[in-house]
């Protein structure tokens, strides 16, 4: 993108750790490179304002985010298959021995799993999340305390290999 000075620099410095936080929120990595296609292409669109007034970053987080949230607001269920994809990029998807915990984030509800990752791996309030997802901060803590129980309960219960992930 000649015409949008900066643009294709973000992208190559950006992409991999985007790419890791939409895995993160989907739990797949061809819905995350999706989730990253839409955001990058809705923010080539507003590049010249964003890069002028915000961060580019936090940008597309949210815009990743409130994406995420609105697949689960139309399809309201998830579609499981019996085999995951096979991974496309191993060094940006954590690898196999670490799946344990990655694999019970992506067993919670979207709107669960949302809300921790938007908490705990991208570290903003209550306030922030119910922002970005559009929610009242009482639904973020509700949410957040209903996920860290199935998380707790399903790894207390799993396997010796998924035990040791703790």
């Not at 950006?14 to 061809?30: E, F, I, K, Q, S």
């Not at 309030?125 to 949410?143: M, N």
Request: with cysteine; hydrophobic share 35%.
């Amino acid at each position: 993108m000649d015409d949008e000075p900066g643009f294709d620099d973000f992208v190559a410095e950006h992409t991999d750790a985007l790419l890791r936080y939409g895995y993160v929120l989907t739990g797949n990595p061809h819905d995350a490179a999706d989730l990253l296609q839409e955001a990058l292409v809705r923010l080539c669109g507003a590049w010249p304002r964003v890069r002028r007034k915000d961060s580019p970053h936090s940008y597309v987080r949210t815009t990743m985010a409130r994406l995420h949230i609105s697949v689960w607001r139309r399809h309201r269920r998830e579609r499981l298959s019996g085999e995951p994809p096979e991974r496309a990029c191993h060094e940006v998807f954590p690898p196999d021995e670490e799946q344990g915990l990655w694999e019970e984030l992506a067993a919670l509800p979207r709107r669960q799993r949302a809300v921790l990752v938007l908490r705990y791996y991208e570290q903003l309030s209550d306030a922030e999340i119910a922002d970005v997802l559009g929610i009242s901060p009482g639904t973020v803590r509700s949410q957040a305390f209903r996920g860290l129980d199935k998380l707790r309960s399903s790894l207390s219960s799993a396997p010796a290999t998924h035990r040791s992930m703790r």
